[in-house]
């Protein structure tokens, strides 16, 4: 089981990222992801998670209404598009497969993870 995070990469405050997370058919269908993050000497985090159909969101308090999860099935690939930017956002960004298919904000809720990717705000 693996899963490819992308998309990282240094921004200015108040810019954009659009991370990408792809899987294989087996990996990604059916099951719910999410997105977690981990500044330097702080714990992973969660930041949002999506159903298996993408039909139900759900998202951290200190990301919401800047950042969107969506998954397209037919590209075993989801998507955290993250704009307004603060540097308090820096930390390296994991996608994570479900244990099923729903939404999940807990890590142990989850059975796969991906390699990560950095992402720097800078202010």
């Known amino acids: 089981v693996q899963l490819q995070a992308s998309g990282g990469g240094l921004v200015q405050a108040g810019g954009s990222l659009r991370l990408s997370c792809a899987g294989s058919?087996?990996?990604?269908?059916?099951?719910?992801m999410g997105w977690f993050r981990q500044a330097p000497g702080k714990e992973r985090e969660f930041v949002a998670t999506?159903?298996?159909?993408?039909?139900?969101?759900s998202y951290a308090d200190s990301v919401k209404g800047r950042f969107t999860i969506w998954r397209e099935n037919a590209k075993f690939t989801v998507y955290l598009q993250m704009s307004s930017l603060k540097p308090e956002d820096t930390a390296v960004y994991y996608c994570?497969?479900?244990?099923?298919?729903?939404?999940?904000?807990?890590?142990?809720?989850?059975?796969?993870w991906g390699q990560g990717t950095q992402v720097t705000v800078s202010s």
């Open positions: 994570a497969r479900g244990m099923n298919s729903v939404l999940g904000r807990g890590i142990d809720e989850y059975a796969y």
């Open positions: 999506i159903n298996w159909s993408g039909g139900t969101t």
């Open positions: 058919g087996r990996t990604f269908s059916g099951y719910g």
